[in-house]
């Protein structure tokens, strides 16, 4: 991963992804949501129970609305797609919403991040 050298960032997620300073403080910088949102397929199936709750055995299949590498562009994804990706890409980036990356409101929800992740 390269500086901070110009380049487009699309966000692929279906929220607005806000990214905050280091004290997590003041919104630098926004990426709306594009329309286009990248997602793992999945199938579920119901495996048994606990407690009268149901448990389910999630299987993970392929990408879907992942556009293609293109120069000079990078793709705000979910920590999910980073995973199914598996780091056969080098244009992928993810909001970092673990402890030392997240911005939470007073009710305890998310709000942004201090910085991206890659896998």
Same mark, same amino acid.
Do not use: C, W
């Given at each position: 991963?390269? *500086? /901070?050298?110009?380049? !487009?960032?699309?966000? #692929?997620t279906p929220h607005d992804v806000h990214v905050y300073d280091a004290e997590g403080? !003041?919104?630098? $910088? !926004?990426?709306?949501?594009?329309? =286009? &949102? %990248?997602? &793992? $397929? /999945?199938?579920?199936?119901?495996?048994?129970?606990?407690?009268?709750?149901?448990?389910?055995?999630?299987?993970f299949g392929e990408i879907e609305g992942l556009p293609n590498p293109q120069p *000079? !562009?990078?793709? =705000?994804? /979910?920590? #999910?797609?980073?995973? %199914?990706?598996?780091?056969?890409? +080098?244009?992928? =980036?993810?909001?970092?919403?673990?402890? @030392?990356?997240?911005?939470? +409101?007073? /009710?305890?929800? =998310?709000? @942004? &991040?201090?910085?991206?992740? &890659?896998?």
């Amino acid at each position: 991963m390269k *500086g /901070s050298e110009a380049m !487009t960032i699309i966000n #692929l997620t279906p929220h607005d992804v806000h990214v905050y300073d280091a004290e997590g403080k !003041t919104a630098i $910088k !926004t990426y709306p949501a594009s329309g =286009i &949102v %990248a997602r &793992v $397929k /999945s199938s579920t199936e119901i495996v048994g129970e606990v407690d009268g709750i149901a448990v389910a055995h999630i299987t993970f299949g392929e990408i879907e609305g992942l556009p293609n590498p293109q120069p *000079g !562009t990078k793709y =705000i994804v /979910s920590l #999910l797609v980073l995973q %199914a990706v598996d780091g056969k890409r +080098d244009d992928l =980036i993810g909001p970092d919403t673990g402890p @030392g990356s997240v911005v939470r +409101d007073e /009710s305890g929800q =998310i709000v @942004g &991040v201090r910085r991206f992740q &890659v896998l």
